[in-house]
Protein backbone atom coordinates (compact mmCIF):
# COMPACT_ATOMS: atom_id res chain seq x y z
CA UNK A 1 0.00 0.00 0.00
CA UNK A 2 1.17 3.37 -0.99
CA UNK A 3 1.30 6.55 1.19
CA UNK A 4 -1.58 7.84 -0.58
CA UNK A 5 -3.55 4.97 -0.06
CA UNK A 6 -2.68 5.19 3.66
CA UNK A 7 -3.39 9.04 3.53
CA UNK A 8 -7.04 7.86 2.33
CA UNK A 9 -7.43 4.69 4.74
CA UNK A 10 -6.59 7.16 7.54
CA UNK A 11 -8.57 9.68 6.57
CA UNK A 12 -12.21 7.59 6.66
CA UNK A 13 -11.03 5.82 9.93
CA UNK A 14 -11.06 9.06 11.30
CA UNK A 15 -14.54 9.88 9.79
CA UNK A 16 -16.28 6.74 10.69
CA UNK A 17 -15.00 7.52 14.08
CA UNK A 18 -16.45 10.66 14.86
CA UNK A 19 -19.49 9.50 12.69
CA UNK A 20 -20.03 6.70 15.55
CA UNK A 21 -18.82 9.60 17.94
CA UNK A 22 -22.05 11.52 16.58
CA UNK A 23 -24.60 8.44 16.46
CA UNK A 24 -23.51 7.46 19.88
CA UNK A 25 -24.00 10.81 21.53
CA UNK A 26 -27.30 11.31 19.54
CA UNK A 27 -28.47 8.20 20.99
CA UNK A 28 -27.56 9.39 24.41
CA UNK A 29 -30.19 12.95 23.91
CA UNK A 30 -33.11 10.87 22.41
CA UNK A 31 -32.96 8.55 25.26
CA UNK A 32 -32.73 11.66 27.66
CA UNK A 33 -35.74 13.43 25.90
CA UNK A 34 -37.27 10.26 25.82
CA UNK A 35 -37.06 9.79 29.62
CA UNK A 36 -37.90 12.85 30.62
CA UNK A 37 -41.16 12.70 27.99
CA UNK A 38 -42.15 10.09 30.01
CA UNK A 39 -42.22 11.94 33.06
CA UNK A 40 -44.67 14.06 32.31
CA UNK A 41 -47.94 14.32 33.34
CA UNK A 42 -50.60 16.07 31.97
CA UNK A 43 -54.28 17.19 33.45
CA UNK A 44 -56.84 18.53 30.54
CA UNK A 45 -59.54 21.23 31.07
CA UNK A 46 -62.87 19.64 30.34
CA UNK A 47 -63.30 22.88 27.83
CA UNK A 48 -60.61 25.66 26.98
CA UNK A 49 -60.32 28.34 29.49
CA UNK A 50 -59.33 31.76 29.99
CA UNK A 51 -55.92 32.48 31.25
CA UNK A 52 -57.59 35.37 32.91
CA UNK A 53 -60.49 33.48 35.29
CA UNK A 54 -60.10 33.71 38.28
CA UNK A 55 -59.87 30.13 39.01
CA UNK A 56 -57.05 30.27 37.02
CA UNK A 57 -55.58 33.02 38.53
CA UNK A 58 -55.35 30.84 41.92
CA UNK A 59 -54.24 27.95 40.09
CA UNK A 60 -51.63 30.23 39.32
CA UNK A 61 -51.02 31.01 43.02
CA UNK A 62 -50.99 27.14 44.36
CA UNK A 63 -48.65 26.46 41.71
CA UNK A 64 -46.16 28.94 42.84
CA UNK A 65 -46.72 28.04 46.55
CA UNK A 66 -46.38 24.28 45.75
CA UNK A 67 -43.14 24.82 43.79
CA UNK A 68 -41.89 26.51 46.27
CA UNK A 69 -42.29 23.93 48.53
CA UNK A 70 -40.86 21.19 46.18
CA UNK A 71 -38.47 23.21 43.74
CA UNK A 72 -38.00 20.52 41.11
CA UNK A 73 -41.31 20.59 39.95
CA UNK A 74 -41.94 21.74 36.50
CA UNK A 75 -45.38 22.78 34.97
CA UNK A 76 -46.80 24.68 32.07
CA UNK A 77 -50.17 25.80 30.56
CA UNK A 78 -50.83 24.47 27.20
CA UNK A 79 -52.99 26.96 25.03
CA UNK A 80 -54.64 26.62 21.71
CA UNK A 81 -54.92 28.95 18.62
CA UNK A 82 -56.43 31.43 20.50
CA UNK A 83 -55.03 31.95 23.52
CA UNK A 84 -57.12 29.46 25.96
CA UNK A 85 -55.48 27.44 28.36
CA UNK A 86 -56.43 23.58 27.31
CA UNK A 87 -54.22 21.55 29.97
CA UNK A 88 -51.53 21.76 32.40
CA UNK A 89 -48.15 19.48 32.17
CA UNK A 90 -46.45 19.20 34.62
CA UNK A 91 -43.84 16.85 36.06
CA UNK A 92 -43.75 16.14 39.85
CA UNK A 93 -40.79 14.94 42.20
CA UNK A 94 -42.42 12.63 44.04
CA UNK A 95 -46.28 10.84 44.45
CA UNK A 96 -47.16 13.94 47.15
CA UNK A 97 -46.65 16.62 44.80
CA UNK A 98 -48.22 14.94 42.34
CA UNK A 99 -51.57 14.66 44.55
CA UNK A 100 -51.44 18.31 45.43
CA UNK A 101 -50.88 19.55 41.76
CA UNK A 102 -53.77 17.01 40.48
CA UNK A 103 -56.18 18.28 43.28
CA UNK A 104 -55.95 21.93 42.76
CA UNK A 105 -55.59 22.19 38.90
CA UNK A 106 -59.03 19.50 38.83
CA UNK A 107 -60.67 22.12 41.13
CA UNK A 108 -59.34 25.15 39.21
CA UNK A 109 -60.42 23.79 35.97
CA UNK A 110 -64.05 22.52 36.87
CA UNK A 111 -64.94 25.93 38.00
CA UNK A 112 -63.48 28.18 35.44
CA UNK A 113 -65.24 25.47 33.04
CA UNK A 114 -68.18 26.63 33.84
CA UNK A 115 -67.54 29.80 32.63
CA UNK A 116 -67.13 31.64 29.20
CA UNK A 117 -63.79 31.39 28.24
CA UNK A 118 -62.73 34.66 26.76
CA UNK A 119 -60.12 34.41 23.16
CA UNK A 120 -57.39 36.35 23.53
CA UNK A 121 -56.21 36.41 26.76
CA UNK A 122 -54.01 38.84 28.19
CA UNK A 123 -51.62 36.03 29.88
CA UNK A 124 -48.54 34.55 27.60
CA UNK A 125 -48.02 30.85 27.82
CA UNK A 126 -46.78 30.72 31.62
CA UNK A 127 -44.44 28.53 32.57
CA UNK A 128 -44.08 27.96 35.90
CA UNK A 129 -40.58 25.40 35.91
Sequence with gaps: MNSVDEAILKAVLNLLDG?????????????????????????????????????????????????????????????????????????PENEETDEDVKAVAEWAFQKASQRPAVPGSLTPNFKGG
Design 19 to 91: LESAVRRAREEIARVVEESLQWRVIQAPKPVSAEDRAIRWLERKLSRIKAEHPSLKYEFTKDSEGLITALRYR
